[in-house]
């Protein structure tokens, strides 16, 4: 569920600063991971195969109630095959804000590049593209998070004479929400919910959802969760990227 990462980073530095009061500190923090799926908004992106995955970021906590971080994130694909071995790497920069007692919101701006692998597309011929993309979420009391993602320059397919021709110049929203549950001191339910507009060259779109446990131990996190998209997901993307899937990732933090 990576799609809130930045989130999550932003509201782990904003809540417990409302409404202490303290100098501005400038930290450094990042992890590592190793998941048998990449899945982001219900699709895989590695065609169901591991990676591993890195994470290097800056924050900066405000005086009282805010918090700006820049870092970078990245995934490789451990598998053979072009959508297999598939290569991210996204540059993030964001500006959180505490409004209440367990209230925060997050602006996030963040470039998804793919330098190198396939992409689980029929339509595509196996090629990614990059794109811009503005997040605004909401923490509310480290249970509930909503998110809205805007781009820009999502990809666009046009009829012509029979054959689809692509551009880059259609502007796309995302839309998701996550409830996180604890069950035990050391185990939490987690429940996401999502509409993504911006993968679907028709505009159109398709729905994804996904249910999974966490188990937090110190600076070592477990999860595992089962994701599942909607049909049209499978039609734009093949049974390999969408559909249902489960997938295990162990992470740590530093």
Same mark, same amino acid.
């Given at each position: 569920m990576r799609a809130l990462g930045s989130a999550a980073l932003a509201a782990s530095c904003l809540l417990p600063?409302?409404?202490?009061?303290?100098?501005?500190?400038?930290?450094?923090?990042?992890?590592?991971?190793?998941?048998?799926?990449?899945? !982001?908004? $219900?699709?895989? @992106? #590695?065609?169901?195969?591991?990676?591993?995955?890195a994470d290097v970021h800056l924050r900066e906590r405000g005086a009282s109630d805010w918090t700006a971080f820049a870092g970078v994130w990245g995934s490789a694909g451990l598998s053979g095959g072009s959508c297999g071995s598939a290569r991210e790497l996204d540059a993030y920069v964001g500006y959180g804000l505490a409004l209440s007692t367990g209230l925060s919101a997050t602006l996030t701006y963040t470039r998804y590049a793919f330098p190198g692998g396939g992409y689980g597309n029929p339509h595509l011929h196996g090629q990614r593209y990059d794109y811009d993309q503005l997040g605004l979420s909401w923490d509310v009391m480290d249970r509930l998070?909503?998110?809205?993602?805007?781009?820009?320059?999502?990809?666009r397919?046009?009829? !012509?004479? $029979?054959?689809? @021709? #692509?551009?880059?110049?259609r502007s796309a929203f995302a839309y998701g929400a996550q409830w996180s549950q604890p069950l035990l001191s050391w185990l939490s339910l987690t429940a996401a919910v999502g509409y993504d507009r911006m993968a679907d060259p028709f505009g159109t779109g398709y729905g994804f959802w996904?249910?999974?446990?966490t188990h937090a131990a110190g600076s070592l996190e477990l999860e595992l969760a089962y994701f599942r998209t909607a049909d049209r997901a499978v039609r734009l993307f093949g049974r390999n990227?969408?559909?249902?899937?489960?997938?295990?990732?162990?992470l740590w933090q530093f």
């Open positions: 600063l409302w409404p202490a009061v303290s100098p501005a500190a400038v930290g450094a923090g990042g992890s590592v991971a190793l998941t048998a799926d990449d899945v !982001y908004r $219900g699709v895989s @992106q #590695t065609c169901g195969h591991p990676a591993a995955q998070y909503l998110t809205l993602a805007y781009t820009p320059d999502a990809l397919y046009e009829r !012509y004479q $029979g054959s689809l @021709q #692509t551009d880059q110049d996904s249910v999974g446990v990227s969408a559909g249902g899937r489960v997938s295990a990732t162990v």
